[in-house]
């Protein structure tokens, strides 16, 4: 509940309202929204649904208390900011999520599996990386990273670098990094989303769920010193604007670290103002983040494919060049919008704007003599690089009641605008210039010699969609939720100077899902859906003309429970089939794209979270996929790329209450592993699997000014392992970082 001061609506909302109503589907039926303000208000006496959902409670909620009165008195707004409710967790456990259907629904009843790493866990936990937060959910692992420069994750399978399956606020973005100072927490949606998400793998998305301005002011400044070498501060400030009905938010971090191998440094500055507008009827949040970042682009160590090991060199040796660094900029703005109609339907619309420019060198490994230690390199650049996404999706929701059966029902339209550009591509010549055993550095240097058959690499695409999905309440046991979304896509690519055009290509989709939920009691749910997924085909080296898009189909079965009062849990058994999976086929001389593949993903995964007792808290997960190339002339049989059987993770803490003048102690710490994963596409060798265990301690002092002083001890006992291979060969594959203790002081303002 939020209370503001109240001023005069004015026109306020009635701007509000036909800014939120553009694009958004207003051809619904007008007799559903009049059944809806019928339905919404009154006592329905037939179905039993979960209180929080209730048609009665529903309208309830959805009604502001407008009675009026003079200058400053107290309006009470019931909901959070529009796009994502920040009542979604309470501690380390998961209570709802709008990620899964759009719409507010409990986890016990929606017919999919969603994960949630809340803002507790993260704080605990000190994540400073996506890759820290998903340790924590089950079939989620690192894939190819660019040198360290990018998120990349496969989940249940399927996924990879710039696939588009990592969302901030539930709009797709180009940001390298999606997790950030401004980041509260993040939802993991499994399985297909093409139907509400558009283009996307079959395995699941990533949702990243931003800090919105509260209405009551809180601050806090923290600096974290690491044992790598530097640190970073962090200010983050919120609160009301006096006399109006606008709250604010503003985040800031610098970043100034050494790299723990033996040369590097991570310098990054981020800024993120946000401001929110509550009115009678209209909640609008504008949201802004910029990045200015300068990395390492260190794509790691060798693998020999005669020992199938590691070279035997001290991990923290890099193969390249101090110039090796990636240096660039990102931002991110959205708009959300919501209005509510009346007491059972309400209008929301969405824009996202995310760009990234960068430019970057690389000494990079081309070759190794295993018998010497000697090292080919080349010398490689990127003189500009950007990307920019446009998303945009306007819906409308109801909760009505339908021929006496309770309905969530969701109806929009989305559009979306990928582009990106690489200007002067970088290529110079293969020279032997290292060795592993001596190393010497400075032996070469950044060059200019751009290529012009490889430069001016391009890809352009269009999504134009439309969409509806109705969750019905059957029973008070069973709830049934269907969707289907139209989709038209257009694909072109290409690349060289004059321009080759290498893919030019449109083509339309219908997508799709369907789930029922039986509540065999209001802690306990069981579930099943089948889904589908669509990707297209594009290349920016190779002509592959128009092609069908690669189509998936899955199918799901589990069950959810809440245990404790307090715990959530999930399990679930899934099967992806993935088809028209490209690849090349070499005739002649000539190379031609072919989509005759087919691969496969089965596997069970359980994922726990939330407060064991007043004192303990817990997240643990267990995941395991068998992944496999069903159809390819070259790796049929063989498993997926950075794809681990096995995923784990276990992580408690204890609240040990009153320490030394009435100050708070909380302690905890944990494991987390991954089994061994495939190096390449023809599994010429293999990463092994790993177990890494941190820990920490944060002592609250209670004072006008509260202070927390904590300390985390990452990779405790000093693991070498590796998080993933550059998929193509064996000559880049990331390193995982070493022991690092992180000591953070934070006081609250």
């Not at 399978?157 to 390298?176: A, E, M, Y």
């Not at 709250?247 to 800024?271: M, P, V």
């Not at 059972?344 to 690389?362: P, R």
């Not at 970088?426 to 190393?439: A, L, M, S």
Request: net charge negative; aromatic share 10%; charged share 20%.
């Amino acid at each position: 509940m939020i209370e503001l001061p109240k001023t005069s609506p004015g026109n306020n909302d009635l701007v509000l309202t036909v800014l939120c109503l553009a694009g958004t589907l207003l051809s619904a039926p007008v007799a559903l929204a009049a059944a809806g303000e019928t339905a919404g208000a009154r006592d329905t006496g037939k179905i039993a649904v979960n209180p929080v959902h209730s048609p009665d409670e529903l309208a309830a909620n959805a009604q502001a208390d407008d009675t009026g009165g003079a200058d400053g008195e107290t309006l009470t707004v019931t909901g959070d900011a529009p796009g994502f409710s920040d009542n979604a967790t309470l501690g380390y456990q998961p209570l709802s999520s709008s990620t899964a259907t759009l719409t507010d629904m409990p986890l016990l009843d929606i017919p999919q599996v969603v994960n949630t790493v809340s803002d507790r866990v993260i704080t605990d936990q000190h994540a400073t990386s996506l890759d820290d937060v998903l340790y924590n959910v089950s079939n989620i692992a690192q894939t190819n990273t660019l040198g360290g420069t990018q998120d990349s994750f496969s989940r249940r399978g399927f996924g990879d670098n710039r696939d588009g399956s990592i969302l901030t606020n539930g709009l797709k973005t180009v940001q390298p990094r999606s997790f950030n100072a401004a980041t509260s927490r993040v939802e993991v949606l499994k399985g297909p989303s093409s139907t509400l998400y558009g283009i996307m793998d079959p395995g699941g998305l990533v949702n990243v769920i931003t800090k919105r301005p509260q209405t009551a002011f809180a601050g806090s400044v923290s600096a974290t010193a690491t044992s790598f070498g530097g640190g970073n501060g962090t200010l983050d400030l919120t609160g009301p604007i006096e006399g109006t009905r606008f709250a604010y938010r503003l985040i800031g971090q610098y970043q100034h670290e050494d790299y723990w191998r033996n040369f590097g440094k991570s310098k990054s500055t981020f800024f993120s103002p946000s401001l929110s507008y509550y009115g009678d009827n209209a909640t609008v949040n504008v949201f802004y983040s910029h990045r200015d970042y300068q990395i390492p682009f260190d794509r790691g160590t060798i693998f020999d494919l005669t020992t199938k090991h590691a070279i035997d060199i001290d991990r923290k040796t890099r193969l390249d060049e101090p110039f090796n660094i990636t240096d660039g900029y990102s931002d991110v703005a959205q708009l959300n919008m919501e209005y509510r109609l009346n007491n059972a339907w309400k209008a929301k619309f969405d824009y996202g704007f995310s760009q990234d420019k960068y430019t970057d060198n690389q000494s990079r490994v081309m070759a190794y003599d295993a018998a010497t230690g000697n090292v080919t390199r080349r010398v490689d650049a990127t003189n500009g690089s950007t990307q920019r996404m446009h998303a945009t999706r306007a819906d409308l929701q109801g909760n009505v009641e339908i021929g006496g059966f309770y309905n969530e029902i969701l109806t929009g339209v989305a559009y979306e605008n990928y582009d990106l550009l690489r200007t002067d591509m970088i290529r110079c010549k293969n020279v032997q210039d290292f060795n592993i055993y001596h190393p010497t550095y400075g032996n070469t240097s950044t060059c200019g010699s751009v290529s012009a058959s490889d430069s001016d690499q391009r890809i352009q695409q269009e999504t134009y969609s439309g969409y509806a999905q109705d969750s019905l309440y059957l029973t008070d046991k069973w709830i049934a939720v269907a969707a289907m979304r139209y989709m038209y896509f257009t694909e072109y690519a290409g690349k060289g100077r004059p321009f080759n055009v290498n893919t030019d290509s449109s083509d339309s989709k219908w997508v799709p899902k369907f789930g029922l939920v039986y509540k065999a009691t209001p802690q306990l749910s069981f579930y099943g859906n089948v889904a589908r997924s669509v990707v297209p085909q594009y290349s920016i080296a190779n002509y592959i003309g128009s092609l069908p898009p690669e189509t998936s189909t899955a199918y799901e079965v589990g069950a959810k429970f809440e245990l404790f009062n307090g715990v959530t849990s999930n399990i679930a058994l899934f099967d992806i089939d993935k088809r028209n999976v490209l690849y090349n086929e070499a005739i002649g001389d000539e190379t031609y794209a072919r989509t005759a593949g087919k691969v496969r993903s089965r596997g069970v995964e359980m994922d726990v979270s939330g407060a064991l007792t007043d004192n303990i808290n817990l997240i643990a997960s267990y995941g395991y996929t068998d992944a496999k190339i069903l159809d390819d002339p070259d790796y049929a049989g063989k498993p997926l790329v950075n794809v681990p059987r096995h995923t784990g993770s276990l992580f408690l803490t204890y609240d040990v209450g009153d320490i030394i003048g009435g100050n708070d102690l909380t302690i905890g710490g944990g494991a987390r592993g991954v089994g061994k994963r495939s190096g390449t596409s023809g599994a010429d060798y293999y990463l092994p699997g790993y177990i890494v265990a941190d820990a920490f301690a944060a002592y609250h002092i209670k004072a006008d000014h509260p202070v927390t002083l904590q300390v985390n001890l990452k990779n405790l006992f000093d693991k070498t392992y590796y998080t993933s291979s550059i998929g193509t060969n064996n000559l880049a594959n990331q390193i995982g970082e070493p022991f690092q203790m992180q000591f953070t002081v934070k006081v609250d303002l």
